[in-house]
């Protein structure tokens, strides 16, 4: 399966099939797009003129033009002029709460949707992973502690944590010093006095923590919401959670009641994400291990444990704002859920749409086309 920043690529296990299941311009200039108003769908919106480009979030998406990276908005504006180094404003640099992450030297610091450094860099990172503004505040290291700021760039929450995560439903995971891992709310007082080898954050309600080697969820105040008798835990989707017991994976839903739990011979399938989204899950059907690559074919399952779209395409993204990319033959297009093609494979690469648009290759340059 070709991999992408946005294509689902975490494997969460392997799982054989029934026969049952099986059954039947310059991009540098201020205005950079040329915007076509065709009626058909995937027009191209914005021309494909930038070396890479990221996804839109919060109406903004990073491009690259001759090595240095800005930002357009979505009508291909190019209303943060390519400045930035790689290493400064990362492939996954992105807007968020009117604001994104940009590396200045050794320190984070925080530019808004003109271009202008609000907050000051002072805060150290991951090279690689910018800080990003979620449920409007944001967890930076100072020192070598995290701890949190709000849009202003004040601290709200002290750095006192070895490590912290963005803010989900209100809660976010941080980790003490011996390594526990325990939830803070956004004054930074603990949700209980529970502390986790493993947790994960919040997600519809829930959250998949790991207790005396099993994990199980608990609700928003610390309480047991499902048993902890599984050996791996996703977050919930969709309204189901992906777990394993023993060498069976299945899907639970959130009394802990197994709804899905299949029971395959023959073909292997591979869970290309522990997630559904929008009722369907991408999976891998021939494929032997989930190291092998992309030696199967792909189609989709829904919460039934049903395949709804036969296995045909090369490889496959989940639905995002009712459409998936898929490939044939080398070539990306986009589904619908009856899978059949709404827009037909003739990009070099695509990703999964965002805010309306869906990042494509044509050639060796990235564009965008609406639905």
Same mark, same amino acid.
């Given at each position: 399966?070709?991999?992408?920043?946005?294509r689902?690529?975490?494997?969460?296990?392997?799982?054989?099939?029934?026969?049952?299941?099986?059954?039947?311009?310059?991009?540098?200039?201020?205005?950079?797009?040329?915007?076509?108003?065709?009626?058909?769908?995937g027009?191209?919106?914005?021309?494909?003129?930038?070396?890479?480009?990221?996804?839109?979030?919060?109406?903004?998406?990073?491009?690259?033009?001759?090595?240095?990276?800005?930002?357009?908005?979505?009508?291909?504006?190019?209303?943060?002029?390519?400045?930035?180094?790689?290493?400064?404003?990362?492939?996954?640099?992105?807007?968020?709460?009117?604001?994104? @992450?940009? *590396?200045? &030297?050794? /320190?984070? %610091?925080? =530019?808004?949707?003109? !271009?202008?450094? #609000?907050?000051? $860099? +002072?805060?150290?990172?991951?090279?690689?992973?910018?800080?990003?503004?979620?449920?409007g505040?944001? @967890?930076? *290291?100072d &020192?070598y /502690?995290? %701890?949190? =700021?709000?849009?202003? !760039?004040?601290? #709200?929450?002290? $750095? +006192?944590?070895?490590k912290?995560?963005?803010?989900?439903?209100?809660?976010?995971?941080?980790?003490?010093?011996?390594?526990?891992?325990?939830?803070?709310?956004?004054?930074?007082?603990?949700?209980?006095?529970?502390?986790?080898?493993?947790?994960?954050?919040?997600?519809?309600?829930?959250?998949?923590?790991?207790?005396?080697?099993?994990?199980?969820?608990?609700d928003?105040?610390?309480?047991?919401?499902?048993?902890?008798?599984?050996?791996e835990?996703?977050?919930?989707?969709?309204?189901?959670?992906?777990v394993?017991?023993d060498?069976?994976?299945?899907?639970?839903?959130?009394?802990?009641?197994t709804?899905?739990e299949?029971?395959?011979?023959?073909?292997?399938?591979?869970?290309?994400?522990?997630?559904?989204?929008?009722?369907?899950?991408?999976?891998?059907?021939g494929?032997?291990?989930?190291?092998a690559?992309?030696?199967?074919?792909?189609?989709?399952?829904?919460k039934?444990?049903?395949?709804?779209?036969?296995?045909?395409?090369?490889?496959?993204?989940?639905?995002?704002?009712?459409?998936?990319?898929?490939?044939?033959?080398?070539k990306f297009?986009?589904?619908?859920?009856?899978?059949?093609?709404?827009?037909?494979?003739?990009?070099?690469?695509a990703?999964?749409?965002?805010?309306?648009?869906?990042?494509v290759?044509?050639?060796?340059?990235?564009?965008?086309?609406?639905?």
């Amino acid at each position: 399966m070709k991999r992408s920043n946005n294509r689902v690529v975490r494997w969460f296990g392997l799982l054989m099939l029934s026969a049952a299941i099986l059954a039947p311009a310059n991009a540098a200039e201020t205005s950079h797009a040329s915007v076509a108003r065709s009626e058909t769908p995937g027009r191209i919106v914005i021309a494909p003129g930038f070396d890479a480009a990221g996804d839109f979030s919060d109406g903004m998406a990073a491009v690259r033009v001759g090595g240095r990276w800005g930002f357009i908005d979505r009508s291909g504006t190019m209303v943060i002029r390519p400045r930035f180094a790689d290493r400064d404003a990362p492939f996954s640099a992105r807007f968020s709460d009117g604001l994104a @992450a940009i *590396r200045f &030297g050794d /320190k984070w %610091g925080f =530019i808004d949707r003109k !271009g202008k450094t #609000v907050i000051e $860099p +002072r805060f150290g990172g991951d090279d690689y992973s910018p800080p990003v503004f979620s449920e409007g505040l944001c @967890a930076v *290291r100072d &020192g070598y /502690k995290y %701890g949190y =700021i709000d849009t202003t !760039g004040k601290f #709200v929450i002290a $750095p +006192r944590f070895d490590k912290a995560s963005n803010f989900t439903e209100g809660a976010a995971v941080v980790q003490e010093d011996d390594g526990t891992k325990a939830y803070i709310d956004k004054k930074g007082e603990y949700l209980s006095p529970q502390r986790f080898k493993h947790a994960a954050p919040f997600r519809e309600g829930l959250a998949a923590v790991q207790i005396d080697g099993s994990y199980g969820y608990i609700d928003h105040s610390g309480k047991l919401a499902i048993a902890p008798r599984f050996d791996e835990a996703s977050s919930f989707s969709d309204g189901v959670a992906a777990v394993r017991t023993d060498e069976r994976f299945g899907y639970i839903d959130k009394t802990g009641r197994t709804v899905l739990e299949p029971k395959f011979d023959g073909a292997v399938l591979n869970l290309l994400g522990e997630s559904f989204a929008e009722g369907y899950i991408a999976v891998e059907l021939g494929g032997s291990t989930k190291f092998a690559g992309p030696i199967g074919k792909f189609g989709f399952m829904d919460k039934s444990g049903k395949l709804v779209i036969q296995p045909n395409f090369n490889s496959a993204s989940n639905f995002s704002e009712g459409l998936a990319s898929v490939s044939v033959d080398g070539k990306f297009g986009f589904i619908d859920k009856t899978g059949a093609f709404a827009i037909a494979p003739r990009f070099t690469d695509a990703s999964s749409y965002s805010e309306g648009l869906a990042r494509v290759r044509i050639g060796k340059k990235y564009g965008f086309i609406a639905r």
